[in-house]
């Protein structure tokens, strides 16, 4: 059976939404899942990707697959650069890459500090893509804001094996009925 080690989104853990129903949403469909908390304030992302490959470096790659929300999902594919899992799934993948940034608005960029925008910029999706080395699913709410509809379009031309779903009447909203619909369906 494989293992499913799931990042939540920015600042978030088990309780801070519905995760408990997301979770049950991948293990009805076979999978063990790992809930895998981050250290979000005063971090970035390089952090986030040690926190996550402490978790990951203890399973068998062959039986483990990298999944996350947001910057979790961010998360999830940097690591996936790194030790190729058996599969990588994204729910909205946040547009936080290099490339991203200049389509951000400011308000977004100075929410979440200097020292994180600054590293972002070191982060390349370009670069990085062809380096996935495994089968993923990209999944959105089709309500997500313009910026996430462009990452993931981007991720799906750029990605070898990606196949990409959308949860009806969901925004950036992972517990949302459409959402937990579209997991149930598609992994």
Not at 50 to 59: I, K, R, S, W
Request: proline share 5%; aromatic share 12%; glycine share 6%.
């Amino acid at each position: 059976m494989k293992t499913a080690l799931f990042v939540p989104g920015s600042g978030e853990g088990l309780q801070s939404r519905d995760y408990a129903t997301v979770l049950k949403a991948i293990e009805s469909k076979g999978y063990k899942v790992k809930f895998v908390p981050i250290t979000w304030p005063r971090t970035t992302l390089d952090k986030w990707v040690a926190e996550l490959m402490a978790v990951y470096d203890t399973y068998d790659a062959e039986d483990t697959i990298l999944a996350g929300f947001s910057w979790g999902a961010m998360t999830a594919f940097v690591a996936a650069t790194m030790r190729t899992p058996s599969e990588l799934w994204l729910f909205s993948l946040s547009p936080y890459f290099a490339e991203d940034l200049p389509r951000l608005k400011r308000s977004w960029l100075r929410q979440n500090g200097h020292r994180r925008v600054s590293a972002f910029h070191d982060v390349s999706f370009n670069k990085l893509a062809p380096k996935i080395a495994c089968p993923v699913k990209l999944f959105a709410g089709e309500n997500e804001s313009e910026t996430i509809m462009h990452r993931l379009d981007e991720a799906s031309k750029r990605l070898k094996e990606a196949s990409r779903t959308y949860a009806k009447g969901a925004g950036h909203e992972i517990d949302h009925p459409g959402y937990i619909l579209a997991i149930k369906g598609n992994i």
